[in-house]
Structure formats: C-alpha cells, structure tokens
C-alpha cells in the first residue's frame, strides 16, 4: 500500500463548494501514478518502451465530501493481478473519515493490441507483483 496526499484545490470544487465528483478520478490518477514511480517503474518509463496503460473501468464510492483546502489521504494498492490486465484500489480519507472508496482496471497494450504483462514488462510486472 501506498499513500499520496492531495490538497483540494478551489477550482476543483463546485458552486456549493463542494469538491465536484468528476476530481476524485483525477485525484486516483496522480496516486496511482505516484503509486508506480515509487515502484521505479512510473508511466513515462512504460511509454518510452512503447506501452501505454488504458483505463478499462473506473467505480467510485463517494462517503462524505469535500472542500477546498481539504487534505485527502490516499491510500492506494495493486488489488487485483493477471496476465492481461490489473486493479488498483483506492480508500481516500479527510482527518481518518473515509471520504470515497474505488478502483480502477487497467491493461497495457501496444500498438493498440493487449501485451501480456509478465512477457512484455516483467520488472514492472515484478514490482506490481510484490506491491
């Protein structure tokens, strides 16, 4: 599990000064990105071997809201593994209150077909195994 931290910014929320919903996939996006380059294997690697990384699914649980200047946790973890494709999952939490809950599926391809994870990225499959 990985932990990333952001912080709300006031353009990210709506008229009510909420923070509007359509962020929170923004907000898994930085985290798994981070989540990979701790690894040592961030995206700009991946794509400079010539993969790139689609988002399958996305499923957002929203708790509690949030607003500008909030500090959002975000924990994150490969939660699901196998050949073709994986999850990250995510628990984001304002002061220790779960704020929303989610996953992403996502696989690699190249040249707009499937790669096999293991075969085509194995230390990034390695890292994500261990993860």
């Not at 996939?25 to 294997?41: P, Q, W």
Request: with cysteine; charged share 25%; glycine share 4%.
């Amino acid at each position: 599990m990985h932990t990333y931290q952001h912080e709300v910014k006031y353009y990210e929320c709506d008229r009510m000064g909420i923070t509007h919903h359509s962020n929170y996939v923004r907000f898994m996006e930085e985290a798994r990105v981070d989540l990979l380059d701790h690894l040592g294997y961030g995206f700009d690697r991946v794509e400079a071997e010539g993969v790139v990384s689609p988002v399958i699914s996305i499923q957002c649980n929203y708790k509690h809201p949030t607003t500008f200047k909030d500090v959002i946790d975000i924990d994150v973890w490969i939660s699901k593994l196998s050949d073709l494709k994986f999850d990250f999952s995510y628990e984001m939490r304002v002061g220790g209150k779960i704020v929303c809950t989610a996953t992403s599926t996502h696989c690699f391809t190249e040249n707009n077909r499937p790669v096999v994870i293991a075969k085509r990225l194995p230390k990034l499959y390695q890292a994500i195994s261990q993860e």
